[in-house]
């Protein structure tokens, strides 16, 4: 009894040394309420079991369209199954609208978005033309039941954009091809159970990829069955791109930024901070520690004094803040390496990022960026080194900087391969 009182004080004590008094007073109140990560996820996976479902009867339907429409096919039109979103300059929808805008643009393509949520229509087609204007007078509407799919116009193909937009593409068959948008192997959102199994069904749905990287194309194929293409993420060089002139005898302090986003497991927010509250304990004043991604205040992690968060910026303001930068980091755990080593890189800022084999085609230790273990420790020697070794640093960032512009930047050539692939998938992954 007195040793596990011991035990229970002597961690609410490093909580409160490590995380701060928010953290212990958050984990507390968990305690007090009986709400603990394994509730809040029952609540969630209950609500998708009921919710995310399909039937037998429904993937023979969906197959069969693919049956009836093989071969070439001229696409006019398409529906876009889009899940509900927020920032539109987010990497993910980013790039979706992005293609619905090649489409329109250069293909003379109709496009109809769908979006499951509860969102205005008027506002949603307002913030889509704001960024992409060739996209006005497209179709916007938002749906939540199954019901609604029945009475979705027909197109000539359809596309699912995330996991649960693909349950409501299984029924929509007023159409005569299927896509599924890849942008990340999503089974890994959520822990190895319930939702994990729902999300893996969907890549078995026979809906024709298109992913987003060759690690999401090798895992639809090989893993799957599927058919697929996929495209390389490109940057806007005339928006990310390297300040004029960079000090190579600088003064201290060497700015450091960290995407920074606790509300996101697979970005590994824990590990970051840890190790940049070493990296502060060690170099002091001779470093400066910006984060932004999302709003969250430095004080709940005891971090008051050693970062500042500048929360969510827009595109513009980020690509002003990475040419301000020297080195960051960047933490991700999934398949996808995320838009920001090719922002960063593009910017002129030395990448560090934790080493994770799905993402070695693009990240190559020592020559364009450098990795580290899954450590605090790792990765706080990374950028240690990367603040401290000019001359290493600027041939890391000039490799990097010279790859962007030869492979990165050419969206137009990326999505053209993707259209053509579209026209006759069966074709296209013989040729593979």
């Known amino acids: 009894m007195k040793l596990a009182l011991f035990n229970k004080l002597h961690k609410a004590y490093r909580i409160l040394k490590e995380m701060g008094w928010r953290a212990l007073l958050q984990k507390v109140i968990w305690r007090l309420t009986y709400i603990d990560y394994r509730s809040i996820y029952s609540l969630e996976a209950f609500y998708f079991s009921n919710s995310m479902d399909f039937s037998s009867q429904h993937l023979l339907m969906s197959k069969r369209i693919h049956q009836i429409y093989s071969g070439k096919l001229d696409i006019r039109n398409i529906t876009w199954f889009l899940p509900e979103f927020g920032n539109i300059y987010y990497g993910g929808i980013y790039t979706i609208l992005r293609f619905a805008d090649y489409l329109k643009r ?53 596309i699912a954009t995330f996991w649960t937009t693909a349950y409501f593409l299984l029924r929509f068959n007023k ?85 920074g986003r606790p509300s996101f497991t697979h970005k590994g927010f824990e590990l970051g901070i840890q190790a940049l509250r070493l990296i502060k304990k060690q170099l002091g004043n001779r470093v400066q520690i910006v984060a932004a991604g999302e709003n969250w205040n430095p004080k709940q992690y005891n971090l008051d004094g050693i970062i500042e968060n500048l929360g969510l910026l827009d595109y513009y303001k980020t690509a ?26 593009a910017s002129g800022t030395l990448v560090v990022a934790n080493y994770n084999p799905a993402t070695t085609w693009l990240l190559k230790d020592e020559e364009n960026c450098y990795l580290a273990e899954a450590s605090a420790t790792c990765l706080a020697d990374k950028i240690k080194e990367g603040v401290l070794n000019l001359e290493e640093r600027t041939r890391i960032v000039n490799n990097a900087s010279q790859m962007i512009k030869k492979r990165y930047w050419n969206w137009a050539e990326e999505f053209d391969k993707i259209y053509h692939y579209m026209l006759n998938p069966d074709i296209a992954s013989k040729n593979k």
């Open 106 to 158: 250069q293909r003379g393509i109709e496009n109809r978005f769908v979006v499951l949520g509860r969102g205005k229509e008027s506002q949603i087609a307002e913030r889509i033309t704001k960024v992409f204007p060739a996209l006005v007078n497209q179709s916007v509407e938002c749906f939540q039941q199954y019901e609604q799919v029945i009475d979705f116009r027909s197109s000539d193909a359809a």
């Open 175 to 259: 159409t005569k091809r299927k896509f599924y948008f890849m942008q990340d192997y999503e089974p890994v959102f959520y822990p190895n159970g319930s939702v994990f199994a729902q999300v893996e069904a969907t890549y078995r749905f026979g809906f024709y990829g298109i992913a987003n990287t060759p690690t999401l194309h090798q895992i639809y194929v090989q893993k799957y069955g599927g058919q697929a293409d996929y495209f390389m993420p490109c940057v806007d060089t005339n928006i990310f791109y390297p300040p004029e002139k960079i000090n190579n005898h600088e003064s201290p302090p060497v700015k450091i930024f960290f995407y």
């Open 320 to 345: 002003e803040l990475y040419r301000t930068c020297r080195v960051s980091l960047v933490m991700n755990l999934t398949r996808h390496p995320s838009y920001l080593p090719f922002e960063l890189m």
